[in-house]
């Protein structure tokens, strides 16, 4: 299973553009992808993606970074290196929407199959099998990252995001509600509560 975040200057893919993309493989989570690239000309920049990845709209097109294209091929490249290519993201179709819309338009080849795993459906399927009510705003499920962090027994104190940081922080995430154990020594000392712990 690949573990895909991206940070982006908006959220529609056809006006917005790709920042960055981090990615851990699961079953070998030392096998780890990031690269950011320049924001094209035509991507709008939305004010809340300035605050979110802590990067002014200059460094966003900054020349001296990687194309979109050529952040891509690479990311397909270290695809090709992971045996299990199952896509997992928190919020999947926003991360899948993004990458298969600008692999489509610089006639890259696709990597991932159709199927794809998303922590927030585990996540809230766990809290509503254990009796919690998972959080609503405006009728629809609030559970955003954030909240399945915390849930999971980790505190996030950060301002900003970073791509290769949330990856990981969602591998974190997935090994706490599958296994009910930590994963990554950074976060050893925030303890797994007992309710992911198996019975």
Partial sequence: MIV????????????????????????????????????????????????????????????????????????????QTVKEKTFAAHNTPFDWKFL?????????????????????????THMRAHGVKPPIYNDVSALGLGKVLAYCGIQDPRDTHNALEDARLETECFYRLLYGKGLFKEYAEQEVPEYLKPR
């Avoid at 096998?31 to 300035?50: M, P, Q, T």
């Avoid at 990845?53 to 891509?72: C, F, N, P, W």
């Fill in 4 to 79: 895909v975040d991206l940070e982006t200057s908006g959220a529609y893919p056809d006006q917005h553009g790709i920042l960055s993309i981090g990615a851990v493989e699961f079953e070998n989570p030392e096998n780890v992808f990031y690269e950011e690239c320049r924001l094209e000309d035509h991507h709008r920049v939305e004010a809340i993606s300035i605050e979110v990845v802590g990067m002014s709209e200059g460094q966003m097109r900054d020349a001296k970074k990687k194309t979109i294209k050529e952040a891509l091929q690479d990311f397909l490249d270290w695809v």
């Fill in 100 to 124: 298969e819309h600008f692999f489509r338009h610089h006639d890259l080849s696709w990597p991932f199959h159709f199927r794809s795993v998303d922590l927030h459906t585990v996540a809230f």
